[in-house]
């Protein structure tokens, strides 16, 4: 059984070689018998004993005392004295050197045997107790919070490295200090902080409020986490404190961006100039915007949970709360409008727009209203209608006047055309000749406009209706062709007419307004043309069978050309407005009121066509038409069948 290794360092070889009889007859190896002082250190060196066994008085430069204050130190070897003399002096500076025994020379194997076992126990105990020292003081040292430890009276015994650098203090220049001359700590929130805090009440604002200060060496304010513990031994001794601390700049840093920005959204929604309101996950309402206050005129307790639904009015109250249900368990966004009872005790028209809104990590956090008041739009609406109405009511009495005027006025106008063309059949001398003819013109256009101004109090009315007839499309065009064609001739103009297609069949449709339109756009082709040329050109763009009717339908597109004056671009856009002219000097030039086109456009709204034009001044115009119209079935006969 091997008890350990034992170093003899002893200059009387009887005494050295006593020695390891009895040593080794105790259960334990020598590992050298030495003679001096410098061959126990580098025996201690090399063989690294468990224990020594060290003479005091030693032959060689340096005694037994010096080499064990040099071993203790480099080598860490426990040590017992073998000493002869047993004068005080050597004694106490044996002592001095922390040796672990001493015997005296001649000494028994009991004696020996008590004092190495004791020592090497000890020894194995102390390396122990150095071992698990370094493991928990490297265990402490790794983690990154701080830790002081002081004794009873507060001074510090160790602080760990995290702790040495929030500090600003190394452990060999603070132990022994009082912990509380460097450790200086005090409770308190900067203003900017608590205002975030407060505003923040949803996030848990105690975390940032309770939160500590620790002032550093360089006077820096430092947020940290703090906690302090009493250590007592097992009779409940008080032995000293363990403080632990840890820097949350960072931590607080971003707690404070948080805060900050949701600082900034919600003094946004505070101040923004439309009421505000939230509804969380479980559907109670818990925010409302001091616009919103403002508008109700009372304070967020009433509103919250549901108290604000009291202020909707009686009649739109389901509707609000139905939508808001249906839409809630969809998370759909969903708009309503209902009456609010505002500050004044008076009804506002709120839109309220509903959204579901979602938390970072898309969990469902509830909805956020926004409300416009509609008062003024449902005052403007309101004043809108009636005005609409005045209007509508004026214009139809207008229309009426202008019809039952018209009528008025045809009836003796067509006396004098008759009269005036019963006239021309007596005998006149040329100049009543000449006054008659003036006489038959200004009636024929003081007709005509009678003639349109009925027309277009009609269409306006509403009172003018399609008329259906069967026809072919080339007698219809040519009636109405073949004078402007006259007329065209005398004021040396081309005319030409194209039929781009077949229109043999026949055709059901009102061949009148289909001859209106024609004729007013080759009327005014022809007005504001004095040079060139003028066109009609007739396409089928395209048939359309319609199977269950057994109908075909034809898509008519008349083109009506012309080399005149042309329209300024800046006129294109009121072209078919009624009594629109493109300049007032026209009037006396061409003659007119800014009537026909305006007739054609409502023309071609009733066959539910398009009309459109191009045109450009002092090139000509070309004005476009599509009519939907149809074919008139034919019986093998050849008898027509109208639709
Ligand atoms: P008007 O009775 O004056 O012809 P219209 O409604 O038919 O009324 O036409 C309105 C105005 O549009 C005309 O006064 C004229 O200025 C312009 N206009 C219409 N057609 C033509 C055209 N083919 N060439 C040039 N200007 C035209």
Redesign the pocket.
């Given at each position: 059984m091997n008890k350990g290794k034992i170093l003899i360092t002893e200059d009387e070889e009887i005494v050295a070689m006593v020695t390891r009889r009895m040593v080794i007859s105790l259960g334990y190896d020598v590992v050298n018998i030495v003679s001096s002082g410098e061959d126990a250190i580098q025996s201690a060196k090399e063989q690294k004993p468990d224990l020594i066994l060290m003479d005091i008085n030693l032959s060689g430069e340096i005694n037994g005392i010096e080499a064990a204050a040099i071993i203790n130190k480099e080598y860490d070897v426990p040590i017992i004295f073998l000493t002869a003399s047993s004068d005080e002096k050597t004694i106490s500076s044996a002592i001095e050197s922390g040796p672990y025994g001493y015997i005296f020379k001649p000494f028994e194997l009991n004696t020996l045997k008590t004092t190495l076992d004791l020592s090497i126990y000890k020894s194995k105990t102390e390396r122990k107790l150095r071992e698990s020292e370094l493991w928990w003081k490297s265990s402490i040292d790794s983690i990154d919070q701080g830790i002081i430890t002081t004794a009873v009276d507060g001074s510090i015994n160790y602080i760990n490295s995290a702790a040495e650098k929030i500090l600003g203090y190394r452990l060999d220049e603070c132990k022994g200090m009082n912990y509380l001359d460097i450790y200086k700590v005090y409770k308190s929130v900067p203003n900017e902080l608590f205002i975030c805090a407060i505003q923040d009440s949803q996030n848990n604002p105690e975390e940032l409020l309770n939160s500590k200060w620790f002032i550093d060496r360089n006077n820096h304010h430092i947020p940290i986490e703090e906690t302090v513990s009493d250590i007592k031994d097992s009779n409940n001794n008080f032995l000293g404190k363990v403080i632990v601390i840890k820097d949350i700049s960072q931590k607080r840093e971003s707690q404070i961006a948080v805060v900050a920005a949701r600082n900034f959204y919600i003094s946004l929604l505070e101040d923004f100039p439309v009421p505000v309101w939230r509804a969380n996950a479980d559907g109670y309402f818990n925010y409302f915007n001091k616009t919103w206050l403002n508008l109700t005129g009372r304070i967020l307790e009433q509103e919250i949970y549901y108290g604000w639904i009291e202020l909707i009015h009686e009649e739109d109250k389901e509707a609000f709360q139905n939508l808001f249900k249906i839409s809630f368990e969809k998370k759909e966004r969903f708009e309503c409008e209902f009456r609010l009872l505002n500050s004044e005790k008076k009804y506002s028209w709120i839109l309220a727009v509903g959204t579901p809104f979602y938390e970072l990590n898309k969990k469902f956090a509830g909805y956020i209203f926004a409300g416009l008041d509609l008062s003024k739009k449902k005052v403007l609406e309101k004043e809108l209608r009636t005005a609409i109405n005045k209007a509508e009511k004026a214009s139809s009495a207008k229309s009426n006047f202008i019809s039952n005027m018209s009528h008025e006025i045809r009836t003796p106008l067509n006396g004098i055309v008759g009269l005036t063309e019963l006239l021309f059949d007596t005998e006149l001398n040329p100049d009543q000749l000449q006054y008659l003819e003036m006489v038959k013109q200004s009636s024929d256009v003081l007709l005509n406009l009678l003639n349109?101004l009925l027309n277009q109090s009609k269409l306006e009315a509403g009172k003018e209706f399609l008329h259906e007839s069967t026809f072919t499309l080339h007698d219809v065009i040519d009636e109405i062709w073949n004078p402007i064609f006259a007329q065209a001739t005398l004021k040396d103009l081309i005319a030409e007419k194209k039929w781009e297609c077949n229109f043999e069949r026949k055709i059901v449709g009102d061949k009148i307004k289909i001859q209106q339109i024609v004729l007013?756009?080759l009327?005014?082709?022809l007005?504001?043309?004095e040079a060139g040329k003028i066109e009609l050109i007739i396409i089928n763009e395209n048939e359309i069978e319609l199977s269950e009717t057994n109908t075909t339908l034809l898509n008519l597109h008349i083109i009506?050309k012309?080399t005149?004056?042309?329209?300024p671009i800046d006129?294109h856009e009121r072209?078919?407005e009624?009594?629109?002219?493109?300049?007032s000097s026209?009037?006396k030039k061409?003659?007119?009121?800014?009537?026909?086109?305006?007739?054609?456009k409502n023309l071609v709204d009733l066959f539910h066509g398009k009309i459109w034009?191009e045109?450009q001044p002092g090139i000509?115009?070309e004005?476009h038409v599509l009519l939907i119209l149809k074919y008139a079935m034919e019986k093998t006969s050849g008898e027509v069948i109208r639709i």
């Amino acid at each position: 059984m091997n008890k350990g290794k034992i170093l003899i360092t002893e200059d009387e070889e009887i005494v050295a070689m006593v020695t390891r009889r009895m040593v080794i007859s105790l259960g334990y190896d020598v590992v050298n018998i030495v003679s001096s002082g410098e061959d126990a250190i580098q025996s201690a060196k090399e063989q690294k004993p468990d224990l020594i066994l060290m003479d005091i008085n030693l032959s060689g430069e340096i005694n037994g005392i010096e080499a064990a204050a040099i071993i203790n130190k480099e080598y860490d070897v426990p040590i017992i004295f073998l000493t002869a003399s047993s004068d005080e002096k050597t004694i106490s500076s044996a002592i001095e050197s922390g040796p672990y025994g001493y015997i005296f020379k001649p000494f028994e194997l009991n004696t020996l045997k008590t004092t190495l076992d004791l020592s090497i126990y000890k020894s194995k105990t102390e390396r122990k107790l150095r071992e698990s020292e370094l493991w928990w003081k490297s265990s402490i040292d790794s983690i990154d919070q701080g830790i002081i430890t002081t004794a009873v009276d507060g001074s510090i015994n160790y602080i760990n490295s995290a702790a040495e650098k929030i500090l600003g203090y190394r452990l060999d220049e603070c132990k022994g200090m009082n912990y509380l001359d460097i450790y200086k700590v005090y409770k308190s929130v900067p203003n900017e902080l608590f205002i975030c805090a407060i505003q923040d009440s949803q996030n848990n604002p105690e975390e940032l409020l309770n939160s500590k200060w620790f002032i550093d060496r360089n006077n820096h304010h430092i947020p940290i986490e703090e906690t302090v513990s009493d250590i007592k031994d097992s009779n409940n001794n008080f032995l000293g404190k363990v403080i632990v601390i840890k820097d949350i700049s960072q931590k607080r840093e971003s707690q404070i961006a948080v805060v900050a920005a949701r600082n900034f959204y919600i003094s946004l929604l505070e101040d923004f100039p439309v009421p505000v309101w939230r509804a969380n996950a479980d559907g109670y309402f818990n925010y409302f915007n001091k616009t919103w206050l403002n508008l109700t005129g009372r304070i967020l307790e009433q509103e919250i949970y549901y108290g604000w639904i009291e202020l909707i009015h009686e009649e739109d109250k389901e509707a609000f709360q139905n939508l808001f249900k249906i839409s809630f368990e969809k998370k759909e966004r969903f708009e309503c409008e209902f009456r609010l009872l505002n500050s004044e005790k008076k009804y506002s028209w709120i839109l309220a727009v509903g959204t579901p809104f979602y938390e970072l990590n898309k969990k469902f956090a509830g909805y956020i209203f926004a409300g416009l008041d509609l008062s003024k739009k449902k005052v403007l609406e309101k004043e809108l209608r009636t005005a609409i109405n005045k209007a509508e009511k004026a214009s139809s009495a207008k229309s009426n006047f202008i019809s039952n005027m018209s009528h008025e006025i045809r009836t003796p106008l067509n006396g004098i055309v008759g009269l005036t063309e019963l006239l021309f059949d007596t005998e006149l001398n040329p100049d009543q000749l000449q006054y008659l003819e003036m006489v038959k013109q200004s009636s024929d256009v003081l007709l005509n406009l009678l003639n349109n101004l009925l027309n277009q109090s009609k269409l306006e009315a509403g009172k003018e209706f399609l008329h259906e007839s069967t026809f072919t499309l080339h007698d219809v065009i040519d009636e109405i062709w073949n004078p402007i064609f006259a007329q065209a001739t005398l004021k040396d103009l081309i005319a030409e007419k194209k039929w781009e297609c077949n229109f043999e069949r026949k055709i059901v449709g009102d061949k009148i307004k289909i001859q209106q339109i024609v004729l007013n756009l080759l009327t005014n082709a022809l007005k504001f043309t004095e040079a060139g040329k003028i066109e009609l050109i007739i396409i089928n763009e395209n048939e359309i069978e319609l199977s269950e009717t057994n109908t075909t339908l034809l898509n008519l597109h008349i083109i009506v050309k012309d080399t005149g004056i042309g329209i300024p671009i800046d006129q294109h856009e009121r072209i078919f407005e009624s009594f629109t002219q493109v300049d007032s000097s026209s009037t006396k030039k061409y003659a007119g009121v800014g009537l026909g086109l305006c007739i054609v456009k409502n023309l071609v709204d009733l066959f539910h066509g398009k009309i459109w034009f191009e045109s450009q001044p002092g090139i000509g115009s070309e004005f476009h038409v599509l009519l939907i119209l149809k074919y008139a079935m034919e019986k093998t006969s050849g008898e027509v069948i109208r639709i």
